[in-house]
T-cell receptor
Framework: RKEVEQDPGPFNVPEGATVAFNCTYS??????FFWYRQDCRKEPKLLMS???SGNEDGRFTAQLNRASQYISLLIRDSKLSDSATYLC????????FGKGTRLSVIA | DAGVIQSPRHEVTEMGQEVTLRCKPI?????LFWYRQTMMRGLELLIY????????DSGMPEDRFSAKMPNASFSTLKIQPSEPRDSAVYFC??????????????FGQGTRLTVV
């Protein structure tokens, strides 16, 4: 099956820092792109969709580069509550999930 | 809507026993997915259904695993016989039909399976 690759981390950053996650996907036919957030011992939940034009939701910005098959997530002004694992997702049906990047925001 | 509902939340069983995991998808969703998550392999797709029909079961590890979807509101994943290496968190997820391309998959809370 086509894969989604991302840096597993962990990323340990102080509160207020800006952190960036990247991932690559191998299936060039992918049409749907997302970032999911997964808290410890919980299910994955949608953080945001990712569009070719880029999109922003508060402190979070997602970018998609179809030519390079590359997806990014930028988190500004990190909060303690941002500590979680972030899963990069690409595909059609079914969606293919990366293994996740673990983020720890430290006071 | 209550979301995707899975049961049981936790299951501890002895090697060799049969295990049945259950899932109720979100009403109106055409797709149902079974995923397995481990630290080593991340979130792996086992099988998915479209309108109750199995479409791709290539992720099912071996014949000990089977899945059914007898109607639009219920699916089961069965492991018989279970082995310690089956220990993982099993997630069920559902998603609207093709007309809703770009919509996300919604996950249940998962079943944490431990086989001893």
């Amino acid at each position: 099956r086509k894969e989604v690759e991302q840096d597993p981390g962990p990323f340990n950053v102080p509160e207020g820092a800006t952190v960036a996650f990247n991932c690559t996907y191998s299936n060039s036919a992918s049409q749907s792109f997302f970032w999911y957030r997964q808290d410890c011992r919980k299910e994955p939940k949608l953080l945001m969709s990712v569009y070719s034009s880029g999109n922003e939701d508060g402190r979070f910005t997602a970018q998609l580069n179809r030519a390079s098959q590359y997806i990014s997530l930028l988190i500004r002004d990190s909060k303690l509550s941002d500590s979680a694992t972030y899963l990069c997702v690409a595909g059609n049906t079914p969606l293919v999930f990366g293994k996740g990047t673990r983020l720890s925001v430290i006071a | 809507d209550a979301g995707v509902i899975q049961s049981p939340r936790h299951e501890v069983t002895e090697m060799g026993q049969e295990v049945t995991l259950r899932c109720k998808p979100i009403s109106g969703h055409d797709y149902l997915f079974w995923y397995r998550q481990t630290m080593m392999r991340g979130l792996e797709l086992l099988i998915y259904f479209n309108n109750n029909v199995p479409i791709d079961d290539s992720g099912m590890p071996e014949d000990r695993f089977s899945a059914k979807m007898p109607n639009a509101s219920f699916s089961t994943l069965k492991i018989q016989p279970s082995e310690p290496r089956d220990s993982a968190v099993y997630f069920c997820a559902s998603r609207p039909g093709q007309g809703a391309m770009g919509t996300e998959a919604f996950f249940g809370q998962g079943t944490r399976l431990t086989v001893v």
